[in-house]
């Protein structure tokens, strides 16, 4: 693997390595902590593992974190689970995350934008008023540190002030987008029992106005836990009897006062996907967001103030929550509220223009959507502002990142293109972007700082230019503390200690190459395991998907009673195209020649659709446990499916093979 890609698809240029964030963090840090001052970035991440302690303490001075009492030490415990970081330390999230209001208070801190793809600012001293006056509201209504806070919300600025008011008061933010059905937000919700909720009458995508107001209903009646329902008009209508009106609570100018918790005081709840079974409530900190976020965002996404940071997500999706800890880099954030692709394909890259972003991210699905759709971005838009397009979600295949590049180098752009990996149970990127690293197609360029990512073979050894299970063999900051309603840590532990105990598996196939880079191949728990050889799904989407016909392929191993291997693969077609024995045999030759005869599968199936979580990733397990014989009802949780109707077409099939 390692000699495959021998020639870098891009090259940051001197200057750029020169003035970025982690160039300059790396000199202070040789300086004052005795980091290494040669080597680049790999000495500087072998350094940040090895002397784990010290780097997150660098990265608190660098970020100026402001710490109210100091703490005893950094880390007081690194045991897996329950790695004590920064114990005696107090601190708020909110107060850092509005910190640019004093030196930059008319600049925007928010770029709303909702389908007229038209963006409206919201400066900070105005964001730093709404939550000042927010936060006051909500210490009136009784709420207190530890007390949930949800959000029924959309993507709008109303939803950033409402988490940050949460924050400051100590609170627990936690929320769902309002695509989300009555059932899937219950739940999440009835699991962390929240005081109050806020919500919208409605939403706008794809050109329709969706009324929301029986869903909310519905939510009021089934959360009997809520002291308080605060009523956002986004469809223009009246507030429901006995709810609260948003501009009633946001209207006074006081200053926000930030209560000062513990670096392990709970922050947010975000949700597994959920797929089988109740979505896992996901607890991470304050502080350990806070760090975790500043160098992610800080030194790998390489943003400050100068910069506007746009990634497409849902407040449904951790990309959410990792999108508004933008505003701790003193960076503006842009939040679009309505389809990916409205009024058509290229709406993202309009967007973009329109902010002037500088950091873009998007998810692969939508990159491979507009090579499909013969989008030319940078020949209709000026692109000139971005300089990093980011994908996550699902792997950038190969051709996506050959048609970023193509694409924006018709116009003499040097573009960054930084695939990212990680996940919702760390709300952050195990490997990805680093600014000063070349960028090989397919491949993530480096781990992240602090993050011993390793790839390990089922004996816990650790491979390089082979695929293995991806581990990180010790502790990060934003790591859950703990999930809610898990008393005893035992579905903490069972997540993700039980194959190799005290360190993390995530469940994901890698190989780290010689190089230092990092190649995804998919999921674990999901991987094709056909004659002893481990096989990733991302690699036949990435063969598949590229013939025009195929609109989505979904690919899953069965064993079998008799110990055979039943490998089907499973294409929705493109309007138009047909099944016939050409485009099976196409199908067969395309996965032969790019992968392996081994990858071909025993059999392909037309189907109407596959089925995604609702952050829209394929569900590979859930079908694979219909075809085995489980009852819909036990294979998946059917409130965490975008759409339940597909599923029934895939247990069809099962009944017909018994």
Known sequence: MSTENPQPLWQPDPERIARAQVTKFQAWAAERHGAPSEGGYAALHRWSVDELETFWKAVTEWFDVRFSTPC????????????????????????????????????PALLHVDETHEPTPVSWSELRRQVGSLAAELRALGVRPGDRVSGYLPNIPQAVVALLATAAVGGVWTSCAPDFGARSVLDRFQQVEPVVLFTVDGYRYG?????????????????PTLRAVVHIPLLGTQAPEGALEWSALTGADVEPVFEQVPFAHPLWVLYSSGTTGLPKAIVQSQGGILVEHLKQLGLHCDLGPEDRFFWYTSTGWMMWNFLVS?????????????????????????????TRATVYGTSAAYVMA???????????FDLSAVQCVATTGSPLPPDGFRWLHDESAENGAGLWIASVSGGTDVCSCFAGAVPTLPVHIGELQAPGLGTDL?????SGEPLVDEVGELVVT?????????FWNDPDGSRYRDSYFETYPGVWRHGDWITITSRGSVVIHGRSDSTLNRQGVRMGSADIYEAVERLPEIRESLVVGIEQPDGGYWMPLFVHLAPGAVLDEALLNRIKQTIREQLSPRHVPDEIIEVPGVPHTLTGKRIEVPVK????????????????????????????LARKRD
């Open 72 to 107: 005893a030490r950094v880390l007081g415990d690194r045991s897996m689970p329950g790695a004590e970081w920064f114990p005696g330390a107090t601190l708020n999230y909110a107060e850092h995350a509005l910190r640019a209001a004093a030196t930059r208070p008319d600049e």
């Open 207 to 223: 050109g329709k106005e969706h009324d929301r107001r029986d869903i909310v209903a519905e939510l009021r009646r089934e959360l």
């Open 326 to 354: 933008g505003l701790l880099t003193g960076t503006t954030i842009v939040l679009y509220d309505g389809s990916p692709g409205y009024p058509d394909t290229a709406a993202q890259w309009r967007i973009a223009e329109r």
């Open 370 to 380: 507009c090579r499909k759709a013969d989008v030319h971005p940078w020949r209709d």
């Open 454 to 458: 390793q790839s390990w073979d089922p």
């Open 474 to 482: 010790n502790p990060m900051p934003s790591m859950p503390i703990y």
């Open 625 to 652: 446990r219909l075809l085995q014989g489980t009852p819909l009802e036990k294979a998946v949780n059917p409130g965490s499916i975008d759409n339940l109707d597909l599923l029934h077409h895939y247990e069809q």
